[in-house]
């Protein structure tokens, strides 16, 4: 499996930023997309951002113009820069990997999500 580990949340002012970090482990050779999710208390959990193996990135109209996401392998680790954050940014965040392998002649797909980590954007 590939164990995802989320820092970098906390509380900052409305018009601060974030960087959040998940770092990635084991068999990332299967890592075929990952992406940043996040989820308010009794709410559904909301994809904002992700990226592909290849390097294709997309992003959900919550995160355009001041979320940017990306990814190095060099160091394992998925990157989420945050700008200009406001109150409504309130919530926890997740580390996702969509992992893809070729097994008994035909591709098998799993899934794996961080532990979360709690961004409070308040004054």
């Known amino acids: 499996q590939v164990p995802l580990v989320e820092s970098g949340g906390g509380l900052v002012q409305p018009g601060g930023s974030l960087n959040l970090t998940c770092t990635f482990s084991?068999?990332?050779?299967?890592?075929?997309?990952m992406a940043w999710y996040r989820q308010v208390p009794g709410k559904e959990r909301n994809r904002l951002a992700g990226i592909t193996h290849g390097g294709t990135i997309d992003y959900t109209e919550p995160s355009k113009g001041r979320f940017t996401i990306s990814r190095s392998y060099a160091e394992n680790t998925l990157y989420f820069w945050m700008k200009s954050l406001k109150p409504g940014d309130t919530a926890v965040y997740y580390c996702y990997a969509e992992l893809k392998e070729f097994s008994h002649g035909d591709w098998k797909y799993d899934e794996v999500w961080g532990q979360g980590t709690l961004v409070t954007v308040s004054s």
């Open positions: 084991g068999s990332i050779d299967k890592i075929n997309y």
